[in-house]
């Protein structure tokens, strides 16, 4: 079977969609848990309230070609998959692999929207191309917002373990 660009750009919505949905399953779990770390907590904050607008443009645009949402293929996410597991399993540096997992899977995302973008162009549906631009652009604000906090992160971490205080999330 010959698959057509209208076809495999359907995929990449729906995948992207899923992926937004992980998104905000990984976001809304740790936000609860980041009493010691106000600038990650605002970070992420924010970001779940840009998900919601980016989940509902990948909606409309399932509804505008008659497609419905599916849900993510098992081991889509394969190694970021994996890395996010990591990070929720509770540790004394639980923080730290947060850090780390949500550095990489906006770097996930932004790749996910470029080459959605891509398959938008080939197949000629470019009516939401404005609208998925935006969602890129708010995955690279993300990406830099979360990897300028790894440093400070660390620190209020260090500081907060050599002090004997409750440091891991
Ligand atoms: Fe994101």
């Known amino acids: 079977m010959t698959l057509d660009a209208r076809t495999i750009y359907v995929t990449a919505l729906k995948n992207?969609?899923?992926?937004?949905?992980?998104?905000?399953q990984i976001m809304e779990r740790q936000v609860e848990r980041l009493e010691n770390y106000p600038d990650m907590?605002?970070?992420?904050?924010?970001?779940?309230?840009?998900?919601?607008?980016?989940?509902?443009?990948?909606e409309e645009a399932l509804a505008s070609l008659s497609e419905s949402p599916s849900a993510l293929k098992e081991g889509f996410l394969g190694f970021v998959g994996n890395m996010m597991a990591i990070a929720h399993v509770p540790a004394q540096d639980e923080i730290l692999k947060n850090?780390?997992?949500n550095q990489a899977f906006e770097n996930f995302e932004i790749a996910a929207y470029t080459s959605l973008l891509t398959l938008g162009e080939a197949a000629g549906q470019t009516a939401h191309k404005a609208a998925f631009t935006m969602s890129l652009r708010?995955?690279?604000?993300?990406?830099?917002?979360?990897?300028?906090?790894?440093?400070?992160?660390?620190?209020?971490?260090?500081?907060l373990?050599?002090?004997g205080e409750s440091a891991s999330h």
Do not use: C, N, S, W
């Open 99 to 101: 850090a780390f997992a």
């Open 161 to 163: 373990t050599l002090r």
């Open 41 to 58: 907590e605002a970070a992420l904050r924010r970001h779940i309230r840009e998900t919601h607008g980016q989940r509902d443009r990948l």
């Open 138 to 159: 708010e995955e690279e604000g993300m990406a830099k917002a979360v990897a300028d906090l790894v440093a400070p992160t660390t620190q209020r971490y260090l500081d």
């Open 16 to 24: 992207t969609h899923a992926l937004e949905l992980q998104a905000l």
